[in-house]
C-alpha cells in the first residue's frame, strides 16, 4: 500500500515564487493534515481538513492555502515564498473515528 | 501556554539501560495520546498510544498515562543503539480533531 504520498520530496524557491504541495492518501482517510517541522521546533500544524470540503487553520497558517480536492487529495500552496517558510513539510491523515495519524515522507522546501 | 510540552534535552543511555521521557499537555479535554520516533531524514512513526490511566506494554516500550496530572511518559527497556532518535510525543486537542505536539527529546543509546 502507498498510504500518504507527497510530491515533490525536495524543491528550492526564491524569495516571491509560488508552489504547491501535493498530498494524496489511498487509505479511504476522512481528516488530512499539514505540518511543518524546524530544527527544535517539533511539529506544528498548519492547516487541517478534518472531512472532505472542510479546512481549518492551525497553529502557524500564515502565508499558505489549503485545497481539499477530494476525499483522496489535500494540497498546500504558498503564494509567495519566504526564507521563513524554509522547512520540511509532513502531510498526513487519519481514519474517521481512530487515531493514530499516518504520515507520509515529507517534502524538503528551501527558499532563497 | 504550550499545548505539549517535552522540556528534557538530549538523553544519552548505555546500551541496555532504560531510557526515560517525559511529556506534560495543558487541555484537560485531551484524550489520545502518542509517542512518535523520529529517525533524522525520516518521518515519524507511532510507536505506542494510550487512552486510559496507568501502563501500557508493548515489547521493550512502556507508556504511562496520569489524566490527573496531565503527564504522559514512555520507557524504553533494555535500550539499543537503533532506539537513538527523536522522540515526539502527541496529544489530541480541538475536540479531538487533531494532534498537537511535543518538541521532541532526542534519545543516544551509546554501545
Known amino acids: 500500500n502507498a498510504g500518504v504520498t507527497q510530491t515533490p520530496k525536495f524543491q528550492v524557491l526564491k524569495t516571491g515564487q509560488s508552489m504547491t504541495l501535493q498530498c494524496a492518501q489511498d487509505m479511504n482517510h476522512n481528516s488530512m493534515y499539514w505540518y511543518r517541522q524546524d530544527p527544535g521546533m517539533g511539529l506544528r500544524l498548519i492547516y487541517y481538513?478534518?472531512?472532505?470540503?472542510?479546512?481549518d487553520k492551525g497553529e502557524v497558517p500564515n502565508g499558505y492555502n489549503v485545497s481539499r480536492l477530494n476525499k483522496r487529495e489535500f494540497s498546500l500552496r504558498l503564494e509567495s515564498a519566504a526564507p521563513s517558510q524554509t522547512s520540511v513539510y509532513f502531510c498526513a491523515s487519519k481514519g474517521a473515528k481512530d487515531w493514530p495519524l499516518h504520515f507520509g515522507n515529507g517534502t524538503r522546501l528551501t527558499v532563497t | 501556554q504550550k499545548e505539549v510540552e517535552q522540556n528534557s534535552g538530549p538523553l544519552s543511555v548505555p546500551e541496555g539501560a532504560i531510557a526515560s521521557l517525559n511529556c506534560t499537555y495543558s487541555d484537560r479535554g485531551s484524550q489520545s495520546f502518542f509517542w512518535y520516533r523520529q529517525y533524522s531524514g525520516k518521518s515519524p512513526e507511532l510507536i505506542m498510544s494510550?487512552?486510559?490511566?496507568g501502563d501500557k506494554e508493548d515489547g521493550r516500550f512502556t507508556a504511562q498515562l496520569n489524566k490527573a496530572s496531565q503527564y504522559v511518559s514512555l520507557l524504553i527497556r533494555d535500550s539499543q543503539p537503533s532506539d537513538s532518535a527523536t522522540y515526539l510525543c502527541a496529544v489530541s486537542a480541538g475536540g479531538n480533531n487533531r494532534l498537537a505536539f511535543g518538541k521532541g527529546n532526542q534519545v543516544v543509546v551509546i554501545p
Open positions: 494510550i487512552y486510559s490511566n
Open positions: 481538513s478534518a472531512s472532505e470540503g472542510t479546512t
